[in-house]
């Protein structure tokens, strides 16, 4: 089975021969190429740069193994588009952030083609790449609630309290539900954009909707993922659903109608593969410290990850999060052979 069959049908699903395997945040500052190709040149740049940003994407195939490409990029790139002035200092900062109706009303909607074409020949380069090795290319977008919380609160928040959101949420519900179909629209736009430039799977990082309560979840965040699910063209993309460290929130994602269910290290994979049965596949959950561990560990970590799942009708095997700066190279390299030992086992 090579790589493509194999990612498609364990986020459909259907019978494969072991779980495919990728990482977030795999292509990143712990490859030594990476950080030769980041010499002198802004993230921002990094994004834009076609040249680089293929090879950069192309990277972890090539120096670990990997049976994935998730093409490099921010989830803030396609939201200046919408006319919000940003800049990356590191993570993204907004100059006026957003607190009243009337600058969501000012909230442009994006044609990708206009833009971000960079994106898409990024995209298009890379599936030309691809197509040889039958390796599958991932396109990815930010989900409205986790754009909306820098959107809102002007920059990222080390606490992870969002205050000024969650008052909004209580003071001004509506503006808040402007804002979230608003992003909506775009991220529906966006990612359908890129299926049609050659991402075969996408997923949708909803990494602080985790901060909710299942309620506040159900009420403001599910039907605007739920919309998203509805308006992507997902005969030809698979489309995962990632909220890092939210076992209160499984269910409600199951809600979400995606097709498979992206678990962060906290949650138990176990239960959370008996609660999602046939309703969709998951993708995780190595906790991305334990890279760090011996390699005969790792394997070990990879087989209990992957005995737990089976009770979900798919496994892709990934972390809980993104892989951390300072991952050891070789580490990254164990959890992809173990996970392709894992063929080996059943086969």
Same mark, same amino acid.
């Given at each position: 089975?090579?790589?493509?069959?194999?990612?498609?049908?364990?986020?459909?699903?259907?019978?494969?021969?072991?779980?495919?395997?990728?990482?977030?945040?795999?292509?990143?500052?712990?490859?030594?190429?990476?950080?030769?190709?980041?010499?002198?040149?802004?993230?921002?740049?990094?994004?834009?740069?076609?040249?680089?940003?293929?090879?950069?994407?192309?990277? /972890?195939?090539?120096?670990?193994?990997?049976?994935?490409?998730?093409?490099?990029?921010?989830?803030?790139?396609?939201?200046?588009?919408?006319?919000?002035?940003?800049?990356?200092?590191?993570?993204?900062?907004?100059?006026?952030?957003?607190?009243?109706?009337?600058?969501?009303?000012?909230? *442009?909607?994006?044609?990708?083609?206009?833009?971000?074409?960079?994106?898409?020949?990024?995209? *298009?380069?890379?599936?030309?790449?691809?197509?040889?090795?039958?390796?599958?290319?991932?396109?990815?977008?930010?989900?409205?609630?986790?754009?909306?919380?820098?959107?809102?609160?002007?920059?990222?928040?080390?606490?992870?309290?969002?205050?000024?959101?969650?008052?909004?949420?209580? *003071?001004?519900?509506?503006?808040?539900?402007?804002?979230?179909?608003?992003?909506?629209?775009?991220?529906?736009?966006?990612?359908?954009?890129?299926?049609?430039?050659?991402?075969?799977?996408?997923?949708?990082?909803?990494?602080?909707?985790?901060?909710?309560?299942?309620?506040?979840?159900?009420?403001?965040?599910?039907?605007?993922? *739920?919309?998203?699910?509805?308006?992507?063209?997902?005969?030809?993309?698979?489309?995962?659903?990632?909220?890092?460290?939210?076992?209160?929130?499984?269910?409600?994602?199951?809600?979400?109608?995606?097709?498979?269910?992206?678990?962060?290290?906290?949650?138990?994979?176990?239960?959370?593969?008996?609660?999602?049965?046939?309703?969709?596949?998951?993708?995780?959950?190595?906790?991305?410290?334990?890279?760090?561990? /011996?390699?005969?560990?790792?394997?070990?970590?990879?087989?209990?990850?992957?005995?737990?799942?089976?009770?979900?009708?798919?496994?892709?095997?990934?972390?809980?999060?993104?892989?951390?700066?300072?991952? /050891?190279?070789?580490?990254?390299?164990?959890?992809?052979?173990?996970?392709?030992?894992?063929?080996?086992?059943?086969?």
């Amino acid at each position: 089975m090579n790589p493509t069959e194999r990612m498609l049908r364990a986020c459909r699903g259907e019978p494969v021969d072991r779980p495919p395997v990728w990482l977030m945040r795999q292509a990143g500052r712990y490859l030594p190429e990476y950080r030769e190709i980041r010499k002198g040149i802004s993230f921002l740049e990094m994004c834009r740069d076609v040249d680089r940003a293929v090879e950069v994407s192309l990277q /972890p195939v090539r120096a670990v193994g990997t049976e994935a490409v998730v093409f490099f990029s921010d989830i803030f790139i396609p939201v200046a588009g919408m006319g919000v002035e940003l800049e990356f200092a590191p993570g993204p900062v907004i100059a006026d952030p957003i607190r009243s109706a009337a600058q969501v009303a000012r909230l *442009r909607e994006v044609d990708p083609s206009v833009t971000v074409p960079y994106v898409l020949e990024i995209l *298009r380069r890379l599936r030309a790449e691809l197509a040889g090795p039958r390796i599958p290319l991932i396109g990815f977008a930010g989900a409205p609630f986790t754009l909306a919380t820098y959107l809102v609160e002007g920059k990222g928040d080390p606490t992870r309290k969002f205050q000024t959101l969650r008052r909004l949420l209580e *003071r001004d519900a509506e503006m808040v539900r402007s804002l979230l179909d608003r992003l909506a629209k775009m991220t529906i736009t966006y990612l359908n954009a890129q299926i049609d430039a050659g991402a075969q799977v996408v997923q949708l990082f909803d990494t602080w909707a985790g901060i909710l309560t299942d309620q506040e979840y159900r009420r403001f965040v599910l039907p605007v993922n *739920r919309a998203i699910a509805a308006g992507l063209n997902r005969a030809a993309a698979p489309l995962i659903l990632y909220i890092n460290d939210a076992p209160h929130l499984i269910d409600a994602m199951l809600d979400s109608e995606c097709d498979v269910i992206s678990v962060g290290s906290r949650v138990e994979i176990g239960a959370a593969a008996r609660l999602a049965g046939s309703r969709a596949s998951l993708q995780g959950n190595l906790d991305p410290s334990e890279l760090a561990l /011996p390699p005969e560990r790792i394997a070990e970590r990879v087989r209990e990850i992957a005995r737990a799942a089976k009770p979900a009708r798919g496994h892709v095997l990934n972390l809980g999060h993104g892989c951390l700066p300072d991952t /050891p190279v070789e580490g990254v390299r164990a959890f992809v052979a173990a996970a392709r030992s894992l063929g080996e086992e059943t086969g």
